[in-house]
């Protein structure tokens, strides 16, 4: 069964500090690995991550991904309130399962001003 | 452009009753997806369909658990009879192909009393 585990679970910063999430991830023929940030209402999609080394980068967020050792860290520098949210790492299998996301249970992130 | 509609926003009734939630996904995209939201479980997909066909639904938790999608822009998840256990947030996400990201509605609130 495919899995996928979060850290920290909840995580309290002040603006402008860095903050580092983590997901690691037991997946059957591993296809993508991806973070959606959720606030009030509806997952919305930051990054799809398929290779290993490669950063993804959007503003003040970026996200690696490494393979060899099933993890991947979402990065967040100078935080802002805005970023309060929970952080939810999820991945997708290939083969016939492809499309099926199997989520973690989430990092909750507060940031005080 | 409209994302993923979600109807109703809330639903409050009583243990026994049919409940019917009904999703809009986004114009174009083949792939339709059910999630139900929990703080024990998180994020649990239910159902997903290709193209109007369900394509796997493993994740519908019983038998008083159904979905359709009679057309490209209409779906719904429909639970008979309806128990407390049943309470949770109910998402439906599209995408335009199984490789692209799932963009989410913003739920349905499901409480059974």
């Known amino acids: 069964e495919d899995k996928v585990v979060q850290s920290p679970l909840s995580l309290v910063v002040h603006e402008g500090d860095t903050v580092t999430l983590n997901c690691s991830y037991e997946?059957?023929?591993?296809?993508?690995l991806l973070w959606y940030k959720q606030e009030k209402k509806a997952p919305t999609f930051l990054f799809m991550l398929?290779?290993?080394?490669i950063e993804k980068k959007s503003g003040r967020l970026s996200s690696i991904l490494d393979k060899k050792e099933l993890f991947s860290i979402l990065n967040i520098t100078a935080t802002q309130t805005g970023d309060s949210a929970i952080y939810l790492c999820a991945v997708s299998p290939g083969g016939t399962s492809y499309g099926k996301l199997t989520f973690g249970q989430g990092t909750i992130l507060t940031v005080h001003p | 452009d409209a994302g993923v509609i979600q109807s109703p926003r809330h639903e409050v009734t009583e243990m026994g009753q049919e409940v019917t939630l009904r999703c809009k996904p986004i114009?174009?995209?083949?792939?339709l997806f059910w999630y139900r939201q929990t703080m024990m479980r998180g994020l649990e997909l239910l159902i997903y369909f290709n193209n109007n066909v369900p394509i796997d639904d493993s994740g519908m938790p019983e038998d008083r658990f159904s979905a359709k999608m009679p057309n490209a822009s209409f779906s719904t998840l429909k639970i008979q009879p309806s128990e407390p256990r049943d309470s949770a947030v109910y998402f439906c996400?599209?995408?335009?192909?199984?490789?692209?990201?799932?963009?989410f509605g913003d739920g349905t609130r499901l409480s059974i009393l």
């Open positions: 398929t290779s290993s080394g």
């Open positions: 997946v059957t023929n591993f296809r993508s």
């Open positions: 114009s174009g995209h083949d792939y």
């Open positions: 996400a599209s995408s335009l192909t199984v490789n692209q990201p799932q963009h």
